[in-house]
Nanobody
Framework: QVQLVESGGGLVQAGGSLRLSCEAS????????MGWFRQAPGKEREFVAR????????YYADSVKGRFTSSRDNAKNMVYLQMNSLKPEDTAVYYC?????????????????WGKGTLVTVSS
């Protein structure tokens, strides 16, 4: 089992940047592929990014491609989401999730473990 804690959210103006962190405890983080998802008020949780166990393969939602970058430091049990050129429509609670599977999936229901999320608010 792994416990996940997100941090780094906050209020930022449009065009600004934030870096989210996801710290894992329990099992070694390298056991899992990691995903970032977000959920805006009244909307379903949606896929943002996924990073492979080694960090060598990443996937991004079209809405964030070119603006967001996911990385990981398995030695520190940390995963990161660098968010640049933020837009008001990026406002949401951001969650990291852990997946022990080996097949790429953008579906929230395929994540086995979740953090409690961190709120990102982008003002116009």
């Amino acid at each position: 089992q792994v416990q996940l804690v997100e941090s780094g959210g906050g209020l930022v103006q449009a065009g600004g940047s934030l870096r989210l962190s996801c710290e894992a405890s329990g099992r070694t983080l390298s056991t899992y592929a990691m995903g970032w998802f977000r959920q805006a008020p009244g909307k379903e949780r949606e896929f943002v990014a996924r990073i492979s166990r080694s960090g060598s393969i990443t996937y991004y939602a079209d809405s964030v491609k070119g603006r967001f970058t996911s990385s990981r430091d398995n030695a520190k049990n940390m995963v990161y989401l660098q968010m640049n050129s933020l837009k008001p429509e990026d406002t949401a609670v951001y969650y990291c999730g852990a997946d022990s599977g080996y097949t790429y999936t953008p579906h929230a229901q395929d994540m086995e473990y979740w953090g409690k999320g961190t709120l990102v608010t982008v003002s116009s």
